[in-house]
């Protein structure tokens, strides 16, 4: 409901505001020839020969006040600063493009009244256009420790004010605002039938009564609202047919650049691929020269969702290497879910040298072909690792898993197992085509100098 109010408030402000600076600017001119007697200004104004700047004024300050976010009510700069900030740099614009074209206004003086009464104009109309939102009387169910933070955020430090800001008790005993509630939960529709409420917000601690209160709202046509209690992911909202969906989501959600992103996945995989034949065969050749066994190593990892694949790298240890690893699990160096051995004696000779740089990850790019990984992402973890992760750990199974990842660039098995998954998460929260590109780059040198690596 708010967000509907201020996306109106938005388009209307926006409108206003061209009005108003074009508004300046015609009084800027005025004002200039008046108090300078400049008849050849007059004349150039009467001719219409400076009104192809109001097209340009309308299309700069319309881009640049959307820019600066001076439509946000929320923005963490403020709108008046905000605001003033897209006035500065508009009429640093406009003083170019006068200068450049050599127009009659070019005078710095007829500037300085354009750019002092805009910036007027438009601040005195930004906090006045607040008092649109304060015309409303809402109505909060709660009056614990949430609704007092509600009640702080909303009376003392949001832009946006309220004309009334009221409180219903619930079930709670002592409630931190019981003293200034205006009544109980349970003579809702009393309350609903004896007061002016434009608004009701259900706080979390109010889930017993939601369907009863969400009833009566609806047959008053009241708007209602249900704050989330300790949510801090995505929520859309869609609609088909008869069936509403409300859904919660932590993970990136698809989008164009994800369909990038895995499209130069597949084009990346493709050509190494090729071009790696001849390591491939090099590799091939002195890993079955070494030890028994076969070339790659097959091993089934979570993917995303948890769903399980095939994952492939080039053998690095001994024929039965798995099923030892229960014996030396004493041994483990890595704290949590995950095991690592820096003189793991299952390794080989040839398996050292592969692991140093990394060479053994290589047979996954079939992986990345099939579309079970990607080149950057979360490292596929093991179905015994995952069965030890604690709640906030399995996040990370909510992204493509990838050949690369952040942890691997900062440190790799040095990394203590928490931070290495805090490392992921924090991938999966910032993720952007700009981040794969940084850990890409990253991971020349890492490879190189085999840091962490064994």
Request: hydrophobic share 45%; net charge positive.
């Amino acid at each position: 409901m708010l967000k509907e109010k201020l996306n109106t408030f938005a388009k209307v402000s926006l409108l206003v505001d061209i009005l108003l600076t074009v508004l300046s600017f015609i009084m800027a001119f005025y004002l200039r020839g008046m108090l300078f007697f400049d008849p050849v200004g007059k004349e150039e104004w009467v001719s219409g020969n400076v009104l192809w700047l109001v097209p340009w004024i309308v299309f700069v300050w319309a881009v640049v006040l959307y820019y600066e976010d001076a439509y946000n009510p929320f923005s963490s700069r403020g709108v008046v600063f905000c605001t003033a900030k897209a006035i500065i740099e508009a009429m640093a614009i406009l003083a170019i493009v006068i200068f450049f074209n050599k127009a009659v206004t070019q005078s710095r003086l007829f500037i300085g009244f354009f750019g002092c009464i805009n910036m007027f104009v438009l601040l005195i109309w930004r906090k006045a256009s607040f008092l649109l939102f304060q015309k409303y009387d809402v109505l909060v169910i709660g009056t614990g420790k949430r609704a007092k933070r509600f009640y702080d955020y909303f009376t003392h430090h949001a832009v946006l004010k309220f004309r009334t800001l009221s409180f219903l008790r619930t079930e709670e005993k002592n409630g931190i605002l019981d003293k200034i509630a205006i009544g109980d939960v349970t003579n809702f529709e009393n309350t609903l039938k004896s007061h002016s409420i434009d608004w009701v917000i259900l706080l979390p601690d109010t889930t017993s009564t939601n369907p009863e209160i969400l009833n009566l709202c609806e047959n008053a046509g009241i708007p209602v609202s249900s704050v989330l209690s300790d949510f801090s992911g995505r929520i859309d909202v869609e609609t088909y047919s008869e069936f509403k969906f409300i859904t919660f989501s932590t993970a990136p959600f698809a989008s164009l650049s994800f369909l990038l992103k895995y499209s130069l996945d597949f084009l990346f995989a493709v050509s190494t691929l090729v071009l790696s034949i001849p390591l491939f065969l090099i590799i091939a050749f002195f890993i079955k020269a070494d030890s028994k066994g076969t070339v790659l190593f097959k091993q089934i990892r979570y993917g995303l969702n948890g769903r399980k694949f095939g994952f492939y790298k080039f053998r690095t240890m001994i024929k039965g290497a798995e099923e030892m690893r229960e014996d030396l699990a004493y041994l483990n160096e890595m704290n949590g879910a995950a095991f690592k051995l820096r003189n793991d004696p299952r390794v080989t000779r040839v398996g050292r040298v592969l692991r140093r740089f990394s060479l053994d990850e290589l047979p996954q790019i079939i992986n990345i072909l099939k579309g079970d990984m990607s080149f950057v992402g979360p490292r596929p973890p093991l179905p015994s690792e995952v069965k030890k992760y604690e709640k906030w750990q399995m996040r990370k199974l909510s992204m493509r898993p990838g050949l690369t990842c952040i942890w691997q660039v900062s440190g790799r098995n040095e990394i203590d197992f928490d931070d290495w998954m805090r490392y992921d998460l924090e991938y999966i929260d910032h993720w952007s085509l700009f981040l794969d590109l940084r850990v890409l780059i990253k991971t020349i040198p890492a490879v190189l100098c085999g840091r962490g690596a064994y």
